[in-house]
């Protein structure tokens, strides 16, 4: 095997393990080799300088370099997996481009690795090949131009506008036209040219996703050119609108990303009905007006959340509730880290639910003559609101109306608290009944909703009740679940319809319900006092 460090730092074009051709780029690697072997088969490959600073790269990489090398043509890796190197993190996708032929090494590198490659738009050569065990997908597309510089221009920020060849490992081997390492270090998000967010308008919200993923803030003249070309994203497609968002709502601090939505004018292109919260004033305990609180609803869920974990929580207030969390963490973290219809887990959709809870309050609005405001039926008004905004940006039925359930349920734990009674057996199941699984995702938001609504813990007499109903709702969905929440039946409508004489109809309907809470409260155990109870409520 030649050997190829002295070549270190730059692009050899091999004919076999002979070397044809040596240059800056592959690509002039390739136009020297051709020049001299016109007719052998030729690979090309980046020479790397084994005493460079390393990158932390993906693991995959390695998996891939060996097929990589055997390429004909230059690959380089590109934006967010080079950006993420630098930064020290690791990625789960990763995208490649070459000068011609994407398709056509998708499938080669889909069939090595045994996973499955898929064409993603054939008009612009752009492939991927999907590894469904370790939720990755890598993308291979043709240059967007003649050459990779082209193509680095017409990406969106200076971060992502950078490459690397896909053998290399090193920092000295990466390309970077647009001075993207200067703004790392500096947590810059910068555009690349003038016409980004003209050519593609949903990379307004990408800054704004990607200042919040990072801790990043975006130039003044990036702030300035997101806020006038915010009236685009009327333009886009809302499958691609709503993808963003998710990943808004995914990132650690998804209220500084609503926050910044609202200043950059871009809140009332994508979901007006939130936007149209900010002048929606409300009463005591409340001090902020409904999109304020909003927001400081989601930040205190993130917060709330964390309580789930084994780390002491950051805010010293919250470790009592982590103590009565403690015996249901690791339950509530498998129901958040569920995946529903459309793929979204079930964290993504309590932080939906979180952003939507109140969104009912601008239609139901009103004023008593003492100067009480008051928001009626807000929470049905509300669910109704959420689930045809989610429709409309191409969340699943399933996940939709789920959000809709929290929304509809916010108020309830709090409700139940202010009664200042125990909670019986029987409301308990009323709340199941009417809330399924998203009761588990209410009792988390409406702790959110109290910690929002004082900035804090506030009134501690109430916050009390309120942990304390929550554990109680908590106890028994976890462990009393055959009891109290769904409990098995005693009868069935066969039954009913023999020893009552009665016809098929809503009434057997009616009674096995009757049966099941009066179960469920502890005031029935057995058969025959089901069929006694039945008795009794139907002839009443």
Same mark, same amino acid.
């Given at each position: 095997?030649?050997?190829?460090?002295?070549?270190?730092?730059?692009?050899?074009?091999?004919?076999?393990?002979?070397?044809?051709?040596?240059? &800056?780029?592959?690509?002039? $690697? +390739?136009?020297?080799?051709?020049?001299?072997?016109?007719? !052998? %088969?030729? #690979?090309? /490959?980046? @020479?790397?300088?084994?005493?460079?600073?390393?990158?932390?790269?993906?693991?995959?990489?390695?998996?891939?370099?060996?097929?990589?090398?055997?390429?004909?043509?230059?690959?380089?890796?590109?934006?967010?997996?080079?950006?993420?190197?630098?930064?020290?993190?690791?990625?789960?996708?990763?995208?490649?481009?070459?000068?011609?032929?994407?398709?056509?090494?998708? &499938?080669?590198?889909?069939? $090595? +690795?045994?996973?499955?490659?898929?064409?993603?738009?054939? !008009? %612009?050569? #752009?492939? /991927?090949? @999907?590894?469904?065990?370790?939720?990755?997908?890598?993308?291979?597309?043709?240059?967007?131009?003649?050459?990779?510089?082209?193509?680095?221009?017409?990406?969106?920020?200076?971060?992502?506008?950078?490459?690397?060849?896909?053998?290399?490992?090193?920092?000295?081997?990466?390309?970077?036209?647009?001075?993207?390492?200067?703004?790392?270090?500096?947590?810059?998000?910068?555009?690349?040219?003038?016409?980004?967010?003209?050519?593609?308008?949903?990379?307004?919200?990408?800054?704004?996703?990607?200042?919040?993923?990072?801790?990043?803030?975006?130039?003044?003249?990036?702030?300035?050119?997101?806020?006038?070309?915010?009236?685009?994203?009327?333009?886009?497609?809302?499958?691609?609108?709503?993808?963003?968002?998710?990943?808004?709502?995914?990132?650690?601090?998804?209220?500084?990303?609503?926050?910044?939505?609202?200043?950059?004018?871009?809140?009332?292109?994508?979901?007006?009905?939130?936007?149209?919260?900010?002048?929606?004033?409300?009463?005591?305990?409340?001090?902020?007006?409904?999109?304020?609180?909003?927001?400081?609803?989601?930040?205190?869920?993130?917060?709330?959340?964390?309580?789930?974990?084994?780390?002491?929580?950051?805010?010293?207030?919250?470790?009592?509730?982590?103590?009565?969390?403690?015996?249901?963490?690791?339950?509530?973290?498998?129901?958040?880290?569920?995946?529903?219809?459309?793929?979204?887990?079930?964290?993504?959709?309590?932080?939906?639910?979180?952003?939507?809870?109140?969104?009912?309050?601008?239609?139901?609005?009103?004023?008593?003559?003492?100067?009480?405001?008051?928001?009626?039926?807000?929470?049905?008004?509300?669910?109704?609101?959420?689930?045809?905004?989610?429709?409309?940006?191409?969340?699943?039925?399933?996940?939709?109306?789920?959000?809709?359930?929290?929304?509809?349920?916010?108020?309830?734990?709090?409700?139940?608290?202010?009664?200042?009674?125990?909670?019986?057996?029987?409301?308990?199941?009323?709340?199941?009944?009417?809330?399924?699984?998203?009761?588990?995702?209410?009792?988390?938001?409406?702790?959110?909703?109290?910690?929002?609504?004082?900035?804090?813990?506030?009134?501690?007499?109430?916050?009390?009740?309120?942990?304390?109903?929550?554990?109680?709702?908590?106890?028994?969905?976890?462990?009393?679940?055959?009891?109290?929440?769904?409990?098995?039946?005693?009868?069935?409508?066969?039954?009913?319809?023999?020893?009552?004489?009665?016809?098929?109809?809503?009434?057997?309907?009616?009674?096995?319900?009757?049966?099941?809470?009066?179960?469920?409260?502890?005031?029935?155990?057995?058969?025959?006092?089901?069929?006694?109870?039945?008795?009794?409520?139907?002839?009443?």
């Amino acid at each position: 095997m030649t050997d190829l460090s002295v070549y270190a730092g730059r692009w050899v074009a091999l004919a076999g393990d002979e070397v044809a051709g040596v240059g &800056f780029t592959g690509e002039e $690697a +390739l136009h020297m080799a051709r020049q001299n072997r016109y007719k !052998a %088969r030729l #690979t090309v /490959r980046y @020479v790397d300088d084994p005493a460079g600073e390393a990158l932390a790269l993906s693991p995959l990489l390695e998996r891939l370099r060996p097929l990589l090398v055997q390429s004909s043509q230059p690959v380089y890796l590109v934006g967010g997996a080079v950006r993420d190197a630098l930064l020290g993190r690791y990625t789960n996708d990763l995208d490649f481009v070459l000068p011609q032929g994407a398709i056509k090494l998708a &499938f080669q590198i889909g069939d $090595a +690795l045994g996973e499955p490659a898929y064409v993603l738009d054939r !008009a %612009r050569d #752009t492939g /991927r090949v @999907v590894l469904p065990g370790q939720e990755m997908h890598l993308d291979f597309a043709r240059f967007r131009g003649p050459d990779l510089l082209t193509d680095l221009r017409e990406r969106d920020f200076s971060i992502n506008a950078m490459a690397l060849p896909a053998t290399a490992v090193t920092r000295a081997a990466i390309i970077d036209p647009f001075g993207g390492q200067e703004d790392l270090p500096d947590s810059r998000i910068r555009l690349v040219n003038d016409h980004a967010l003209q050519d593609d308008p949903v990379r307004g919200l990408r800054a704004v996703r990607l200042a919040a993923s990072l801790n990043f803030t975006l130039t003044p003249e990036t702030e300035t050119a997101v806020q006038q070309a915010a009236p685009l994203l009327s333009t886009v497609s809302v499958e691609r609108i709503r993808d963003e968002l998710v990943k808004m709502l995914a990132t650690a601090v998804p209220d500084q990303a609503i926050r910044q939505m609202k200043t950059l004018r871009l809140l009332p292109v994508v979901l007006p009905e939130i936007a149209a919260l900010a002048d929606v004033t409300q009463s005591p305990p409340h001090h902020e007006p409904v999109l304020a609180h909003t927001i400081s609803a989601l930040r205190w869920l993130v917060l709330v959340e964390a309580c789930l974990a084994e780390e002491r929580p950051s805010v010293p207030e919250l470790a009592s509730l982590q103590t009565m969390l403690a015996p249901f963490a690791e339950s509530l973290r498998v129901h958040l880290a569920r995946v529903v219809d459309g793929g979204l887990n079930g964290r993504i959709l309590l932080r939906w639910g979180a952003l939507f809870h109140d969104v009912g309050k601008k239609e139901t609005r009103t004023v008593e003559a003492d100067g009480r405001i008051r928001f009626l039926g807000h929470d049905q008004v509300g669910a109704e609101i959420a689930v045809s905004r989610l429709r409309q940006l191409r969340l699943s039925s399933q996940a939709s109306k789920f959000v809709g359930r929290i929304v509809y349920g916010h108020m309830r734990p709090m409700l139940l608290a202010n009664t200042g009674r125990p909670v019986s057996r029987r409301a308990v199941f009323r709340f199941y009944r009417n809330t399924g699984a998203a009761g588990l995702d209410i009792c988390l938001l409406s702790l959110a909703d109290h910690l929002a609504m004082y900035d804090g813990v506030g009134d501690e007499a109430a916050w009390e009740r309120l942990v304390g109903v929550t554990a109680v709702l908590l106890q028994n969905y976890f462990e009393e679940h055959d009891k109290t929440v769904a409990p098995v039946a005693l009868v069935d409508g066969h039954t009913l319809i023999k020893e009552l004489n009665l016809q098929p109809g809503p009434e057997v309907g009616r009674l096995l319900r009757l049966i099941q809470e009066a179960q469920a409260a502890g005031d029935i155990s057995t058969m025959a006092e089901a069929v006694a109870f039945a008795h009794q409520s139907h002839e009443k």
